[in-house]
């Protein structure tokens, strides 16, 4: 079993930064991809960044120049450092992991971008 644990959302202005955090617990080995998505109120979940490895990433268009991911083996966690933020980020953001054919979420973080 993986346990996922996502912190950092908040309430920021437009064109602000936030920096999500996905503390990975459990079964940790062999955990890859790991990645975050975000779900809007009304919308599908959508993918927002995915890590392989140690430094292969991917993004969605919507968010490519503005969103990093990362993640410190040493610390079992993932980030997700965000800035120039739009309204349309507001989203509940969820961590994902994926480990030996079984995917594993978080409970999720809320970002909410005033205009």
């Known amino acids: 079993q993986v346990q996922l644990v996502e912190s950092g959302g908040g309430l920021v202005q437009a064109g602000g930064s936030l920096r999500l955090s996905c503390a990975v617990s459990?079964?940790?080995?062999?955990?890859?991809?790991m990645g975050w998505y975000r779900q809007a109120a009304g919308k599908q979940r959508e993918l927002v960044a995915l890590i392989s490895g140690s430094t292969s990433t991917s993004y969605a268009d919507s968010v490519k120049g503005r969103f990093t991911i990362s993640k410190d083996t040493s610390k079992n966690t993932v980030y997700l450092q965000m800035n120039s933020l739009k309204p349309e980020d507001t989203a509940v953001y969820y961590c994902?992991?994926?480990?030996?054919?079984?995917?594993?979420w978080g409970k999720g973080t809320l970002v909410t971008v005033s205009s």
């Open positions: 459990g079964s940790i080995f062999r955990i890859n991809p």
């Open positions: 994902n992991a994926n480990r030996l054919g079984s995917v594993y």
